[in-house]
């Protein structure tokens, strides 16, 4: 089992920035990649950033150039810096672990933590 836990939501006004934090612990031997994903009111969970364990990341082209993913070893932490906040990146945020992409079953996901741009 993984246990990922969010934190660093909060309420931003446009233009601003968050970082979230993302800290995995247990059997994170077997995690291949971490992914932040979000989740606005009445929209379906889409995919932010995703970051290897080799250090590849990607990125949706909504948050390209302004997001970054990034992690800590040392802390077993993933990290997403959101900058140039806009009122459409209002969503809850997840962070997601897993071995495969295809194997839905086996990933991990957090309890999620709720980020609201103001305009």
């Known amino acids: 089992q993984v246990q990922l836990v969010e934190s660093g939501g909060g309420l931003v006004q446009a233009g601003g920035s968050l970082r979230l934090s993302c800290a995995a612990s247990g059997r994170i031997f077997n995690i291949n990649f971490i992914r932040w994903y979000r989740q606005a009111p009445g929209k379906e969970r889409g995919l932010v950033a995703t970051?290897?364990?080799?250090?590849?990341?990607d990125y949706a082209d909504s948050v390209k150039g302004r997001f970054t993913i990034s992690r800590d070893n040392a802390k077993n932490t993933v990290y997403l810096q959101m900058n140039s906040l806009k009122p459409e990146d209002t969503a809850d945020y997840y962070c997601?672990?897993?071995?495969?992409?295809?194997?839905?079953?086996?990933?991990?996901w957090g309890q999620g933590t709720q980020v609201t741009v103001s305009s």
């Open positions: 970051i290897t364990m080799s250090g590849s990341t």
């Open positions: 997601n672990a897993g071995r495969y992409y295809l194997d839905t079953d086996g990933q991990y």
